[in-house]
Structure formats: C-alpha cells, structure tokens
C-alpha cells in the first residue's frame, strides 16, 4: 500500500483516456468501465482490490453474453476493468447504476459509460455522501466532512462487505468439502462414511451457523493484529453453535480453528498488507493450546503434530493442495487424494493407530500412481475399507475444505 502523488493521477487518467478512444476506435460500441472511487493518497489496498474484483464478476454476470472484448489495467493509482459491449449506452447506463446501488460498497464504484462520442453518460440520480448519505453534491461543495471521515467510512464500507462476502466464501467452501464425492471413510453424497452419527445434510446445517463466526474473524484480523484472545473465544462460541445444530456431534471442530486463522489473517492482509501464512502461523502461535481433545491424546501418544502443526508452518498441505487444485482447474480430486497420501492424519491415527494411517496413505499413494481414469473406482473401493475398519480422514478433510477456501481468495494473497 503506497501513496501516489497528483502527478501520477493526472498520468494515468491519461492513458485511460487513450485505451478508451483506442477501444471505441476499434469497435465502434460503448463501453462500461470500472474504477474504485477511494479517497485520499492510497488507492490500492487487498480491501479496495477484492471488492474491485467482486465488482468485475457481479458486472460479469449482468452482462452476460453481450461483451465484445474485455481489458484490465493494473496501476499503482488503480485497477480499472474496461468493457466493450452489444448494447445501446442508455440501457449500460441503467445495469451501470443497479450495480453501483446494489449493495453498500457499490458506493465505491466508479462505473462509467463512455458513448460513441467519447462522452460519459450522465448518472440522472445523485449519489449519496459515504458519510452521511445524504446528496454527495450538497457535501462536497460545504466540504462537511474532512479527508480523515471520508477515508474512515471507507475503509468500514470496505470491510464490512469483505467481512461479509468471506464469510459466505467459507460457508460455500465447507459445502465443496462435503459434496466432493467419493471421499474414503467420510461423509459425502454417497454415504456417511465411517460415521453413523452424521450425514450431509447435518454437514450443510453446520456450515452455514457459522457464517457469523467467520464474519466475526475477518474482521477482528482487520481490527488488530492482537485479536488472538478474541478470536479463540470466538471459535469457543462457534463450537456452541455448532453443537447447537448437529446435536453435540463434530462435524467441524477442525475448520473452525483452522478457518478462524485464516479468515482473520486475510483480514489482516487487507488492511495492512503483509503474507498471509505468516500471519495466520503467528496467530496460531499466540493461541492458548487446547486440553484433553483427541488431537492432544494422539499427540502425546504418537508425538503427531495435527492441526496446530499444521497451522504454525503455515498451512503447507493445504497451500500444496491448493496449487494442485489450480493446475486442475479448480478440481479437487486430486488434490484430496494427495492429502490422504501426505497428512500425518490425528483422526486416522485415533482410530486405527499407525496401522490406520499407514493404509490409507499407502493405498492413496497407488490411486495416484493408476491415473485420473481410475481415481472414481479405486477411492469406492478404499471407502468400503474405511467404513470396514472404521476409519476417518479427517484431518485430510479440513485441509482440502481450507484449500477450497485459499483457492476462492488467491487474488487476495498470491
């Protein structure tokens, strides 16, 4: 997060004029563009960028099949996201303005319609004051609210939508985990694995009680970074919850910690910059360890790391998973079966004992050895094994729910 200064503004507005009049040249249509309106010397911030590239996908889906040609531009003074479109600049002008009074931070969007002429479309209703909300207009010009108000319910604009898109993120990337289907000893659409307390349904229930929490951990990340305190008494109350709904069974325990972490570190990450996995392993690190937990029965027992391993190295399974899943388009399949072939899993390892572990990474390192085409057949065939001998990769589980989650905000922290 840098500051600009008015020389590099005025450069850049104009070379957005040139890409515009070059695009209009070339097509002879108009154009949508987006810019953030953000005020002050820093525009670029992991907060302005996400809700910019929300922006873009919700236009997306507006637009539909009716853009020509699109064009990103990447500047220290702002993203901008240039359309060329298939339709008459009256009716842009309308999707443009929906978009901007969709939700609270359409606020910050700066849509503009350029016509054929080169000239924007003007905006027939006022836009309101990020203040106080009235008429921006009346504000401006009685300068009512100082730099340092603006810059504040920005910033709040801005997180409360991250906060709030995040957490819908992670509610839909414990759905992912739970759809992903075969998954050996677990539940899945196929069964309920080596559980006859649960079922996917239970599964959805549970996801979705902990939209607050995770809410509550973006933005506890953003507020500070001593939130550790707060947060693991917030993953306290998240378990209740949790409970509440499954009738005192697990069905989350792990993602609860383990999203906790990360969601407070994006947090972090989007208001004052840094590494992610850093961050949420100096999180983990500042937590109070838990008591009499199976995670601390198998660690004393077979000197295993489990999940708080995991998250002091900063998540290294679930950042190898996630590149994995990208070089799959987004597939978790492999992903997962690598999982299952590399974590020292403490479910597995409660379970079955050494044993238990060593057969299920055993048998997942030959499903990857026999190919993709076979990946459905064989990971059946070593569910049945699982549900036989009682085990549960859980542990696994967790992790490929965290790599749906780290894959869905890559824009944030790559």
Request: with cysteine; charged share 25%.
């Amino acid at each position: 997060m840098r500051e600009i200064t008015l020389q590099q503004v005025l450069d850049a507005r104009e070379r957005r004029v040139e890409r515009q009049r070059r695009l209009l040249v070339s097509h002879n249509k108009p154009l949508l563009v987006l810019n953030m309106n953000i005020a002050g010397p820093i525009k670029r911030s992991g907060a302005v960028d996400f809700a910019f590239f929300e922006g873009v996908a919700a236009i997306d889906r507006r637009l539909g099949d009716r853009v020509v040609e699109r064009e990103l531009t990447d500047e220290l003074t702002g993203l901008e996201y240039v359309w060329v479109c298939d339709m008459d600049g009256e009716a842009l002008k309308d999707l443009a303005v929906q978009e901007e009074t969709a939700r609270p931070v359409g606020r910050l969007y700066d849509l503009d319609v350029i016509g054929l002429d080169g000239m924007k479309y003007s905006r027939n209703t006022p836009r309101e004051c990020i203040v106080c909300g009235g008429p921006v207009g009346v504000c401006s010009r009685s300068r009512a609210h100082g730099l340092p108000a603006i810059i504040e319910a920005t910033n709040n604009r801005l997180m409360e939508f991250a906060a709030d898109r995040l957490s819908e993120i992670a509610v839909q990337s414990l759905r992912q985990e739970v759809d992903l289907t075969p998954k050996p000893g677990l539940v899945d659409r196929n069964n309920s694995g080596a559980h006859t307390d649960m079922d996917i349904t239970m599964f959805y229930r549970s996801a979705e009680c902990l939209k607050g929490y995770f809410e509550q951990a973006v933005l506890l990340g953003a507020g500070g970074d001593d939130c550790m305190k707060a947060l693991q008494q917030a993953g306290l109350d998240a378990e209740q919850a949790m409970f509440a709904v499954t009738g005192g069974v697990n069905t989350h325990k792990g993602a609860i910690y383990a999203f906790g972490l990360v969601l407070a570190a994006l947090g972090a990450v989007m208001v004052r910059g840094g590494d992610l996995f850093e961050r949420a392993a100096e999180l983990a690190k500042q937590g109070v360890p838990p008591q009499n937990t199976h995670g601390t029965a198998v660690k004393a027992k077979y000197t295993a790391g489990g999940a708080r391993a995991e998250a002091f190295a900063g998540f290294p399974h679930a950042r190898a998973a996630q590149q994995i899943m990208r070089e799959d388009g987004g597939d978790g399949v492999r992903a997962f079966v690598s999982l299952l072939e590399r974590v020292e899993d403490t479910n597995l390892l409660y379970r079955g004992g050494r044993e238990g572990l060593e057969y299920v990474q055993s048998a997942a390192r030959e499903i990857l050895a026999q190919g993709r085409e076979n990946y459905a057949k064989n990971l059946l065939a070593l569910d049945k094994e699982c549900i036989k001998r009682n085990l549960s990769p859980g542990g696994s589980a967790d992790i490929i729910a965290l790599t749906y989650l780290l894959d869905s905000t890559r824009e944030i922290w790559q």
